[in-house]
């Protein structure tokens, strides 16, 4: 019995020391299906302009080409919203004018 207990000690020490404590500049990212503008729900698969209609204009844009075996297949763009202080900063990622990913990464500003 107490090397049972000494093991579950351990494995949970573990899993404490491996959970991120700080969610802010670290880098920490996490993927969510779905994201609450107001009223709207910005969903995975959704076009460009209903996200924009929902959503508003992003804090900041990028795109750029994604390249397949013929060359060029199509275009990514990476829109963010930073929320404020009081929520998180958000990353969506289009991929030829789909919602294809949303990241909630650090508090906003």
């Given at each position: 019995?107490?090397?049972m207990k000494a093991f579950l000690?351990?494995?949970?020490?573990?899993l404490i020391v491996s959970v991120p404590l700080d969610t802010?500049?670290?880098g920490f990212?996490?993927?969510?299906g779905s994201l609450r503008c107001g009223v709207h729900l910005a969903?995975?698969?959704?076009?460009q302009l209903k996200v924009l209609d929902q959503c508003g204009q992003p804090s900041a844009k990028?795109?750029?080409?994604?390249?397949?075996?013929s060359g060029i297949d199509g275009t990514?763009?990476?829109w963010t919203y930073n929320r404020g202080p009081d929520d998180?900063?958000?990353d969506f990622t289009f991929m030829d004018g789909r919602l294809v990913e949303i990241k909630q990464l650090g508090r906003g500003f």
């Open positions: 019995m107490g090397f000690f351990l494995t949970a020490a573990l802010g500049a670290s990212s996490e993927k969510v969903q995975l698969g959704e076009p990028e795109s750029y080409p994604y390249y397949g075996n990514v763009e990476k998180f900063i958000y």
